[in-house]
């Protein structure tokens, strides 16, 4: 588990084809004190098993999945990631709860400078505007960040300049794709709404679309 909050950058060091996967070595830009053998490292917001970790260097293993599902199969040696280490029970949440789990990749659409912070709109992937709401989270290549506005085919989001400092942001431009992971509560809440009791008919539940329209949760 995850808060979007980027640790630093990482670059790509070695690539090579691993049994239908790919084998990365990555570089990192921030000292990784006490590494553990088989940890998990967000890389652009895909949780990966860390192995062979020799100061700032490690190795991850990239699975066919994970290279059909997310931008990092298009990634070359010197290319540029977002790193995150696995959150500890003792850290501070200072995102929301991102699982590393990638749902889809998008292309962004517009960047446009607003003062001192910079406007992004990227598509909304097919099947995944239920997910994302105006002032909701959403983690964006492992960062998590504030829908500012969406409407059926795009959103926004606005990024303050240490954002753009300290993660790959700032090299972004029109049709580069990103990783997207919607918010992980919607979708429980989703599942919970449609779960079946065991005759194949509703789970009663005080939980419901009425509810959580009276409550605010909905429009």
Do not use: W
């Not at 790193?83 to 659409?109: I, K, Q």
């Not at 909304?124 to 239920?130: D, M, S, T």
């Not at 829908?147 to 029109?174: K, Q």
């Amino acid at each position: 588990m995850f808060t979007g909050i980027i640790l630093g950058q990482g670059r790509i060091l070695e690539k090579r084809p691993v049994g239908g996967g790919m084998l990365f070595a990555i570089g990192a830009d921030f000292a990784l004190p006490d590494p553990e053998e088989g940890e998990s490292i967000a890389v652009n917001g895909v949780c990966l098993t860390a192995k062979e970790i020799s100061g700032r260097r490690f190795l991850v293993d990239v699975s066919p999945e994970s290279l059909n599902r997310t931008n990092l199969g298009q990634l070359s040696v010197g290319g540029v990631v977002n790193l995150e280490r696995a959150l500890r029970l003792t850290d501070r949440l200072g995102g929301h709860m991102v699982s590393g789990h990638v749902d889809a990749t998008t292309p962004m659409l517009t960047r446009k400078p607003v003062g001192e912070f910079v406007l992004f709109s990227f598509q909304v992937p097919a099947g995944f505007g239920k997910y994302i709401i105006e002032k909701g989270s959403i983690a964006i290549d492992g960062i998590s960040l504030t829908v500012n506005t969406i409407d059926e085919s795009a959103f926004s989001v606005s990024i303050i300049p240490h954002t753009l400092g300290v993660t790959t942001l700032g090299a972004l431009r029109p049709g580069s794709v990103v990783n997207i992971e919607v918010d992980l509560i919607g979708k429980y809440v989703e599942k919970l709404l449609s779960a079946k009791d065991a005759d194949g008919g509703g789970v009663a539940s005080r939980i419901n679309s009425a509810f959580l329209a009276e409550h605010g949760f909905l429009r």
